[in-house]
């Protein structure tokens, strides 16, 4: 009975990080709601319990991003919605790519391991929503990206390096700011949103899977199918919500997240080191 409710639990995960990370909302907060109240006990030790935890929200990340990149290929084709957004559109993708990845090394985990508990990441949850109103305001003449525009989008994308953001959020942030047009800025940063989960997914999978025993990895790999399937229907939704709605009430949803997570927080509701 106790693992039935673990694999439960998997796919609640599972279903809930999709729905985060292929929406404009911030990601980790909900993470934080989940771990503090649906707590996984995979183990008799607490360590253990979050190193699952911290694998699966890597396993979690590998099958949104795949979920994406189908939904991209389903909806658009990779290879032509690539070219129609960029000229170069591989130049595009490696000069946003190593801003973020340099930035990742020297700044990422630092910053993470210092502002991984409920009060941060909700502040900075609430700095995002702000962000992204602001963001769903810009009227972009864009509609192809260059790799001046990359590096620009790239900067503000890097916000996704603080705990408390959402890729996805980061990303479109990032290009509605740096100038493209809303179709040309969903296009790229639901491709630059694939790309980025699916590498940090692999890297920090494989960088902790061989300590899990077989019971753990068959909630990982229940919990990955139930993200991947459920991205494929909810980032095809958002991309038919963008097209004819606004953005503002994504960000007004974020900021409501996190000054609610913060007041949690506050009141002692969370525990104060709790988060993926």
């Known amino acids: 009975m ?13 279903i809930v990080s999709a729905i985060v990370e292929c929406l ?26 979050h190193l699952f935890l911290e694998i699966l929200s890597a ?21 032509n919605a690539v070219k129609e957004e960029s ?12 801003l973020l990845g340099a930035l990742y090394l ?23 929503g702000f962000v992204l109103l602001y963001a769903s305001g810009r009227r972009g003449r864009q509609t192809s990206v260059s790799w001046q525009t990359a590096l ?10 603080l705990p408390g953001t959402g890729c996805l959020l980061c990303a479109l942030s ?13 296009r790229f940063s639901f491709l630059c949103t694939a790309c980025i989960l699916i590498c940090s997914g692999l890297f920090g999978l494989f960088s902790g899977i061989a300590s899990l025993s077989t ?18 229907l909810v980032s095809a939704a958002f991309l038919r919500y963008c097209k004819y709605s606004s953005l503002r009430l994504c960000a007004l949803y974020t900021a409501a997240v996190g000054i609610l997570t913060l007041a949690a927080a506050l009141l002692r509701i969370l525990p104060p080191g709790v988060i993926l």
């Open 59 to 79: 396993a979690l990340r590998l099958g949104c991003g795949c979920g994406i990149l189908l939904t991209l290929q389903m909806k658009y084709g990779i290879r």
């Open 2 to 14: 106790g693992w039935f409710i673990e694999f439960l639990k998997s796919w609640v995960y599972g």
């Open 24 to 49: 404009a909302v911030g990601t980790d907060v909900h993470k934080v709601l989940l771990a503090g109240f649906l707590p996984f006990s995979v183990s008799e030790t607490a360590a253990d319990n």
């Open 215 to 232: 019971g753990m990895l068959v909630l990982l790999c229940t919990g990955t199918a139930a993200a991947f399937a459920v991205s494929v």
């Open 174 to 186: 990032g290009c509605l700011i740096a100038g493209l047009k809303r179709t040309a800025a969903l």
């Open 87 to 98: 000229r170069y559109p591989g130049i595009a993708l490696l000069c946003e790519a190593s």
């Open 152 to 161: 620009k989008a790239g900067v503000l994308q890097a916000l996704y390096l």
């Open 106 to 128: 020297l700044f990422g985990r630092k910053l993470r391991t210092r502002l991984l508990a409920p009060f941060y990441v909700s502040l900075i949850t609430i700095l995002s």
